[in-house]
């Protein structure tokens, strides 16, 4: 981005004296500010940021916003005084993608999200400017500042949209207007804000809302609460393991590499990604419908998806020092992808000694004791240890102390038990799949069995 401030004062409908001045980004964290930022200050419950304005300008801010109900806003700095920052940032990012001859693919999925950018982000970067969601910007604030960091000759900006609550896919997506939409799943994330499944499904279903005339919506075709949804919309697209969908996958083979399929329906192929998991080969049915939408072809797709770049602890794979390997998917964990990810360990040939550490699912609501109960019957003979960490994975031992007869532990809230146990009982003969919910952090469990660089 590249504005004069009259520019972005005529986006925000303010008046001011100011001209000349050249913002070249946008940023509402002093910490990460670049030169030629226009500094975005927030009320928060702890933090005002308007204390730091004068800060962010001496730090390089080439202006800033002021909001107007904030007192004694300085006349000596180049500010722009408006009635919501907050507001004020979103008009910012409507008003500048209205601007850019930009594609927009907008991501969302109770599960997947962060793979599924990525997929689409490599199988697209090799031939066209490419630029995607860092990190977890994919909220009201995030969003906006993503659009607002887009470099004008982009060519693909894929925008990954979260939510908790109704409304909040609507309003992400009538603000960026993707030219193509992704539903990776439906799972049981925010449950106890939406109350149930059909509310989740409803809840992803809003990134239609912003979708252009001439655009798709790519969705999993498994999930039967996406298809009162889709009946009548004819731009949707299905994908998954049912023959039924328009893009199916069969014959996955996981190898010491990644992950070999096969693909019929729209496109008839094999390919190869450097990643393990079905739920991994399946968000990479979207990243394939629209790489062929882009007019890549079979050879092009097969090509970059090869080399595919995914964010860390996303089934990942780690060496570890005694030549054992864990598998991290310690970012996030769900009933859905937990089931997913342990149907995996049970049936993966890459090493005989299965083992699995599990860590606490947040954010299921009411339901949360029963989720945790339900993952023992993804638990069998073939897993020849368990370990557990977090108040809620006592419900799980509990369950599992009646039925499994490999070794199991479990922790409330100490790591070095688990640490220590795996280290008596792991060999180079191990593979060791770690999963939990982000909060649980468990990719320490990890670290002292990585050989250092």
């Given amino acids: 981005m590249k504005k004069k401030i009259e520019q972005v004062a005529k986006w925000l409908d303010v008046k001011t004296n100011l001209k000349g001045i050249e913002i070249t980004g946008v940023s509402i964290n002093t910490r990460t500010l670049k030169k030629g930022d226009l500094f975005v200050p927030f009320r928060g419950e702890k933090v005002n940021g308007h204390q730091y304005v004068r800060h962010a300008i001496e730090a390089g801010a080439s202006a800033a916003l002021w909001q107007r109900d904030e007192p004694s806003p300085p006349d000596d700095l180049p500010i722009l005084i408006v009635d919501d920052c907050q507001k004020a940032l979103q008009e910012m990012a409507r008003a500048y993608r209205d601007e850019l001859p930009v594609t927009v693919i907008g991501i969302t999925g109770s599960n997947g999200k962060t793979s599924t950018k990525d997929l689409v982000a490599s199988v697209l970067k090799p031939y066209f400017k490419v630029q995607k969601t860092q990190g977890n910007f994919n909220n009201e604030l995030g969003l906006p ?20 609550g109704y409304g909040q896919i609507e309003f992400l997506s009538e603000l960026a207007r993707p030219d193509y939409a992704v539903i990776t799943n439906i799972g049981e994330a925010h449950m106890q804000d939406l109350g149930s499944r059909e509310g989740i499904a409803q809840a992803k279903f809003e990134i239609t809302a912003g979708l252009e005339t001439h655009g798709k919506l790519f969705y999993d075709g ?106 991290n998917d310690a970012y996030n964990a769900a009933p859905s992808s937990m089931k997913a990810a342990l149907n995996f360990i049970r049936e993966t040939t890459m090493k005989d000694d299965k083992w699995v550490v599990l860590g606490d699912m947040l954010e299921l609501g009411d339901q949360e004791q029963e989720y945790h109960e339900a993952i023992a019957k993804s638990i069998n003979s073939e897993i020849n240890g368990v370990c557990l960490y977090g108040p809620r994975m006592e419900w799980l031992y509990t369950k599992l102390q009646d039925t499994f007869e490999g070794k199991l532990i479990w922790n409330k809230d100490d790591y070095q038990p688990i640490i220590d146990f795996l280290d008596k009982s792991i060999s180079a003969k191990s593979v060791i799949l770690v999963k939990g919910s982000r909060g649980m952090a468990l990719e320490n469990i990890i670290e002292p069995f990585i050989e250092p660089d």
Wanted: charged content about 25%.
């Fill in 145 to 164: 500042l993503t659009i607002l960091s887009l470099e004008e000759d982009t060519k693909f900006a894929v925008l990954e949209m979260g939510m908790s």
């Fill in 222 to 327: 498994d999930e039967p609460l996406l298809k009162p949804f889709v009946e009548n919309f004819p731009q949707a697209v299905s994908f998954g393991f049912d023959d039924n969908n328009e893009l199916t996958v069969t014959d996955i083979r996981a190898t010491e590499n990644g992950s070999t399929f096969m693909v019929s329906g729209i496109i008839d192929a094999t390919f190869t990604i450097p990643v393990l998991g079905d739920h991994q080969v399946k968000n990479t049915l979207s990243a394939i419908l629209i790489a062929l939408e882009a007019g890549l072809t079979e050879e092009d797709i097969r090509k970059s998806l090869k080399d595919a770049a995914l964010t860390d602890m996303r089934m990942q794979m780690v060496p570890a020092k005694d030549g054992a390997t864990f598998i």
